[in-house]
């Protein structure tokens, strides 16, 4: 049965938000030869434990009226917001896991200590690089979530069994944090990750996810969420005392000139991306680059304007993996109301084949990823008629 779903403001973003997170995690035997949980008590924030919703506390009422309305508001928690924004209790679970691994991970990136070739932190009894951290982190979520069936990461490009099951239950692929070599520099850095049903990470589409999101470890900690049958782009905000608010939705990329060039060397021997960069610069265009594209893409939903490139050429050969990265990043953007483009096509109808595929990508209003497709390519599927900009 349809269920309606709005998202209004309830008024207030101050704290006050009641939180039924319970129950610090036990240890459980690994999945894979690659982890072990048992370090899992010293995995701590403030010298708490990681903890992890009990199956018991998601409780979503059975609606059987479709006009009901369920309203998502501006000032909900993040149980409060999936309770109403799904009545799936094995998504719901999973996404507060997640959530509560980024929460660790975000306090373990601010401590890290960082020296001549890596930043590191303790993970129980080990110093590991951030990265690896992050890694171990958010396969013990996924684990403890009793939903997620297999997972993969870019640090383990290889399907681990997470002992969910295959019927109701999810796999999740994930970039544990994307940017990691700019930490020492203390620039915006994230966790990335995409949710599909079933069991199957291959021969699926970034169309077919059943959510998206982005944890986000910069002067502010947020989680960038978006789910199938949900409008919008939702971010939460982490409060002092380790909850998530909902404080903005994303519902409407517009137009507006601020542009963030990656992969600026496949100008050398690209001459359409270059017709293209020159064409911001010329057009006064604002830049807003950081080298992490977890920041660089969450501005877009977060302003509400401009265009991410990352162009690949002979020379310069696409580098970001669809799976891991360029799907869920995809999802989050046309749920906000933006586009995405390979060049020819949506990323999210670009079938994942194997677990390292790559591609080139661009996100952005419709009018930039029509000028972007134009422009390498001649002509845009979102358009007819005269080209614009760049590409006239």
């Not at 409060?80 to 679970?93: S, Y």
């Not at 009793?146 to 640090?155: F, L, M, P, Q, V």
């Not at 290889?158 to 700019?182: C, H, N, R, T, W």
């Not at 807003?288 to 501005?299: E, K």
Request: aromatic letters at 8%; a neutral charge.
């Amino acid at each position: 049965m349809e269920t309606g779903i709005t998202c209004c403001p309830r008024g207030s973003l101050l704290p006050g938000v009641s939180s039924k997170y319970s129950t610090a995690l036990a240890s459980s035997p690994s999945v894979s030869p690659f982890f072990s949980y048992k370090s899992l008590k010293s995995s701590s924030l403030f010298g708490e434990s990681l903890r992890i919703m009990p199956k018991a506390s998601a409780k979503v009422s059975n609606m059987k009226n479709p006009s009901l309305v369920t309203r998502c508001e501006i000032g909900d928690s993040l149980e409060e917001f999936l309770t109403k924004a799904t009545p799936d209790k094995g998504l719901i679970r999973l996404l507060m896991c997640m959530g509560e691994a980024l929460r660790t991970i975000a306090f373990k990136v601010r401590t890290a200590s960082c020296g001549g070739t890596a930043c590191v932190n303790s993970f129980g009894d080990e110093q590991l690089a951030v990265d690896l951290l992050a890694n171990k982190l958010l396969f013990e979520a996924l684990t403890y979530s009793h939903h997620c069936k297999y997972a993969c990461s870019e640090e383990v490009p290889e399907l681990q069994d997470m002992g969910g099951p295959v019927e109701g239950g999810f796999s999740v692929a994930f970039d544990p944090l994307d940017g990691s070599s700019i930490v020492d520099t203390n620039f915006t850095v994230g966790t990335i990750f995409g949710v599909w049903p079933g069991d199957k990470l291959t021969g699926v589409a970034g169309r077919d996810q059943v959510a998206a999101a982005m944890g986000i470890y910069g002067p502010r900690t947020t989680y960038i969420l978006a789910l199938k049958d949900l409008p919008g782009t939702h971010e939460f905000l982490l409060l002092d005392e380790g909850k998530w608010l909902h404080v903005k939705d994303t519902t409407e990329i517009g137009e507006g000139k601020m542009f963030s060039p990656g992969n600026l060397r496949a100008t050398s021997d690209n001459p359409e991306y270059a017709k293209l960069i020159n064409y911001y610069v010329r057009e006064k265009y604002t830049l807003r680059y950081t080298g992490g594209m977890v920041p660089d893409v969450n501005q877009i939903i977060v302003k509400e304007k401009g265009i991410f490139t990352n162009v690949a050429s002979p020379s310069a050969k696409a580098k970001l993996r669809l799976l891991f990265e360029v799907a869920p990043l995809g999802f989050l953007i046309e749920k906000a109301g933006g586009h995405s483009s390979d060049g020819k096509q949506s990323v999210l109808d670009k079938v994942i084949n194997s677990l390292d595929d790559r591609t080139q990508v661009a996100y952005g209003s419709k009018n930039e990823i029509i000028r972007f497709e134009e422009t390498l390519y001649g002509s845009s599927r979102l358009k007819g008629g005269v080209p614009v900009g760049a590409a006239a």
